[in-house]
């Protein structure tokens, strides 16, 4: 899936425990993002990065940050798990600015018991 | 706020059908409009997308039909098969607020079911 792995694939985890979420791309891509995909709702824009230490929020922000050390990963962490952040979660890459041309990891299905 | 409305919300043709599924927006600041395709267990997959300087665009069987004055973009599938059973996503792309850097916002998706 155009050099993007996301880890792990497959998580569970006890309401009020930290996550981390990790994206990692070999493509070199300049742009990052996460979303989460719900029932009835399709795919939310959680946050993005623009580059190396950029970033900015989505439209389904709250309870989420992200960090961007380097190009090739985007971390996702649930500061305090709940269980409304049960969810199957995506990381796209994008070399153009404009929203173009994404491209989706295979997902992790994060479950908060 | 949902910025970008699809529907229907799922969808069943028979082989050989035309479906087509609808997305509206109202914000005239979007300048890009892709469909992407997603099967079950993957990600989605960009499928084909427009921009409004044009009124269509065409690749292979897909098609995207764009009313820049309705605010009204859709997708058609001509000879629908099988394997197009997937959910469609339509999006369109917003700058932000200091208007460097854009992002997609979805529509909430339609579940296309093409019987054989």
């Known amino acids: 899936d155009a050099g993007i792995t996301q880890s792990p694939r497959h998580k569970v985890t006890e309401t009020g425990t930290p996550v981390t979420l990790r994206c990692h791309q070999t493509?070199?891509?300049?742009?990052m993002y996460w979303y989460r995909q719900d029932p009835g709702h399709g795919l939310r824009l959680i946050h993005y990065?623009?580059?190396?230490?950029?970033?900015d929020k989505g439209e389904v922000s709250d309870g989420y940050s992200v960090s961007r050390s380097k190009t090739e990963d985007f971390l996702l962490t649930l500061e305090s798990a709940t269980s409304s952040q049960t969810s199957v979660y995506f990381c796209?890459?994008?070399?153009?600015?404009?929203?173009?041309?994404?491209?989706f990891g295979s997902g992790t299905q994060l479950s908060v018991l | 706020q949902q910025q970008v409305k699809q529907s229907p919300q799922s969808l069943i043709v028979q082989k050989g059908g035309i479906p087509i599924i609808n997305c509206a927006y109202e914000?005239?600041?979007?300048?890009?409009f892709p469909w992407y395709q997603q099967f079950p267990g993957k990600g989605p997959a960009l499928l084909i997308a427009?921009?409004?300087?044009?009124s269509e665009k065409k690749e292979g069987r897909f098609t995207i039909s764009f009313n820049k004055s309705a605010k009204q973009f859709s997708l058609h599938i001509m000879d629908s098969q099988p394997g197009d059973s997937a959910t469609y996503f339509c999006?369109?792309?917003?700058?932000?607020?200091?208007?460097?850097?854009?992002?997609?916002?979805f529509g909430k998706g339609t579940l296309l079911t093409v019987n054989p």
């Open positions: 796209a890459i994008s070399e153009r600015s404009r929203g173009e041309k994404l491209f």
């Open positions: 914000n005239t600041a979007f300048d890009y």
């Open positions: 493509e070199n891509h300049r742009y």
């Open positions: 990065s623009y580059g190396v230490k950029d970033t």
């Open positions: 427009i921009r409004p300087d044009v």
């Open positions: 999006a369109a792309s917003v700058a932000n607020s200091g208007g460097s850097n854009y992002k997609l916002t």
